[in-house]
Nanobody, 124 residues
Framework: QLQASGGGLVQAGDSLRLSCSGS????????IGWFRQAPGKEREWVAC????????SYAESVKGRLIISRDAAKSTAYLQMNRLEAEDTAVYYC???????????????????WGQGTQVTVSS
């Protein structure tokens, strides 16, 4: 029900903007989370934005470099990725959460709908 796009191959220090839109799901009323999964590692939470007041939260490893936002009119969420590092290489997934409108969750199991993922590769 969600589609993540915008990934690609970039050099360290470059920027990318990922997008997340609903194919059969409108994002209104859902909190949106971004996760990533590197080869051989578990899926980890990166950032999220609530459905109420667009409150944002970030993992410490990306704080200050990644910015999550949403455009209600376009029913799209974004992840602006700046000063990319080789350690950011992963498949990035967006997910939608309906039950936590005030404080968005960081656990995989708290999200109800997932996108298919988009590959981000950062060369050093």
């Amino acid at each position: 029900q969600l589609q993540a796009s915008g990934g690609g191959l970039v050099q360290a220090g470059d920027s990318l903007r990922l997008s997340c839109s609903g194919s059969t799901l409108t994002l209104e009323g859902f909190g949106i989370g971004w996760f990533r999964q590197a080869p051989g590692k578990e899926r980890e939470w990166v950032a999220c934005i609530t459905s109420n007041y667009d409150t944002t939260s970030y993992a410490e490893s990306v704080k200050g470099r990644l910015i999550i936002s949403r455009d209600a009119a376009k029913s799209t969420a974004y992840l602006q990725m700046n000063r990319l590092e080789a350690e950011d290489t992963a498949v990035y997934y967006c997910a939608a959460d309906y039950l936590h409108p005030i404080s968005c969750p960081s656990r995989v199991g708290d999200y109800d709908y997932w996108g298919q993922g988009t590959q981000v590769t950062v060369s050093s």
